[in-house]
């Protein structure tokens, strides 16, 4: 709405520390762009090219990539791996451009949203150490009741892609909401085409049924 804050602006520093961040093994998305590429024309190029991809990423947390892109943009490069069974696994290697704005945008907005994750028992979002701290406490846990209880993990089959976006949209509205247009403009249904209702702001109405994540 219009008294939502609006999504940060990225800066150089933003967006050049994200590149950094990904792997340099890490495959390219769909246009082929590979991370290394990207860390070795903001070493060559400098400041030119890093405004250039603060501004591209600026736009793209705001909700600005054109409808027709967004297949391209959000979606991903899929390659068959085969599993020790014998059965393939689908590995996604998603746009490097999009992956740069989303790691910027996280990074920004981390201590907001670990304010409210941490609360509900979720350490690993933004929280440095968080997993480990979470797993040692179990394994300290499991080993100071020794018999006298039980410690049930709880393993949800394809839980990531059936997850509600319903819920995920309502909790990113009221916690981060400088993160909606993102969240909104990457919709699958848009994505996949299926969904009319892409304007070029990312101010997209969040489906009330389950629908599958967006590619990561």
């Known amino acids: 709405g ?3 804050p609006p999504a940060p602006r990225l ?18 998305g769909p246009s082929g762009l590979s991370p290394d590429i990207l860390r ?9 090219f890093g405004g250039a991809l603060a501004a591209l ?17 959000f979606g991903a490069q899929l390659s068959a791996l085969k599993t020790p069974s014998g059965g393939v696994r689908p590995i996604a290697a998603g746009e490097v451009l999009r992956r740069v704005a989303a790691s910027a945008l996280a990074r920004t907005l981390g201590v907001r949203a670990r304010a409210a994750c941490e609360p509900v028992g979720q350490t690993g979002c933004s929280t440095k150490g968080g997993l480990e701290a979470a797993v040692f406490s179990a394994r300290s846990f499991v080993h100071g009741i020794g018999g006298a209880g039980v410690l049930v993990k709880v393993d949800a089959t394809n839980a990531f892609n059936s997850i509600s976006r319903t819920a995920v949209g309502a909790a ?3 916690d981060v909401p400088e993160a ?14 299926r969904q009319p209702r892409c304007s070029r702001s990312g101010a997209v109405s969040v489906r009330r049924e389950s629908t599958p994540q967006a590619t990561a």
């Open 180 to 193: 909606l247009p993102y969240f909104s403009s990457a919709d699958i249904e848009q994505v996949r085409g």
């Open 2 to 4: 219009a008294d939502r």
């Open 40 to 48: 070795q024309l903001l070493r060559v190029v400098g400041a030119p």
């Open 11 to 28: 800066t150089v520093r933003d967006v050049s520390s994200a590149a950094l961040r990904l792997p340099p093994w890490s495959s390219p």
């Open 172 to 174: 990113v509205a009221a």
């Open 57 to 73: 990423c600026s736009a793209v947390v705001a909700g600005g990539v054109p409808c027709e892109v967004r297949p391209w943009f």
